[in-house]
């Protein structure tokens, strides 16, 4: 989509910091890290939010925790733990609508997030 943000960052047209790339997902850091590891892992695929998903996305949405997990064992945190998050809509707090697995390592993590 030529409006979206991260399929700008997916194309090249805006900067990012890479982590992780596979045919079908991409992952780079927050710009405004919350843990020493904050990564953004997406599919290469426009999709809005999860209220817009498929039947036939649910194998890609398994491809973005399976990257989350490579990510935190290249990283380091694998053994100690991290936290994955997807906000869903404004409530939840996201604003950028192209579907993204928060992945947060490297500090204490409070339950239940604010
Ligand atoms: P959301 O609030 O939608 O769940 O998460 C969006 C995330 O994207 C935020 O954590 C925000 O810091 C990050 N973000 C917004 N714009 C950019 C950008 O241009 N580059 C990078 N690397 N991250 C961004
Ligand atoms: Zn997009």
Same mark, same amino acid.
């Given at each position: 989509?030529? $409006?979206? /943000? ?11 910091? %890479? @982590? ?6 991409? &992952? ?9 590891? !904050? =990564?953004? @892992?997406?599919? %290469?695929? !426009?999709?809005? #939010?999860? *209220?817009? /998903?498929? +039947? $036939? !996305? ?7 925790? /399976?990257? &989350? %997990?490579?990510?935190? #064992?290249?990283?380091?945190? &694998?053994? +100690?733990?991290?936290? #994955?998050?997807? *906000?869903?809509?404004?409530? &939840?707090?996201? #604003? ?8 947060? =390592? ?9």
């Amino acid at each position: 989509m030529s $409006d979206c /943000l991260f399929c700008k960052i997916i194309a090249g047209d805006i900067p990012a910091e %890479k @982590i992780y790339e596979d045919d079908h997902v991409f &992952a780079f850091r927050d710009i405004n890290p919350m843990a020493p590891l !904050h =990564a953004l @892992i997406i599919p %290469k695929q !426009h999709i809005a #939010t999860i *209220n817009d /998903l498929e +039947e $036939d !996305h649910a194998g890609l949405m398994g491809n973005l925790f /399976l990257a &989350a %997990k490579q990510i935190a #064992t290249d990283e380091g945190y &694998a053994e +100690e733990g991290y936290r #994955t998050v997807m *906000n869903c809509g404004e409530a &939840a707090g996201q #604003t950028v609508f192209h579907v993204h697995l928060h992945l947060l =390592a490297g500090r204490p993590l409070q339950w239940p997030p604010g």
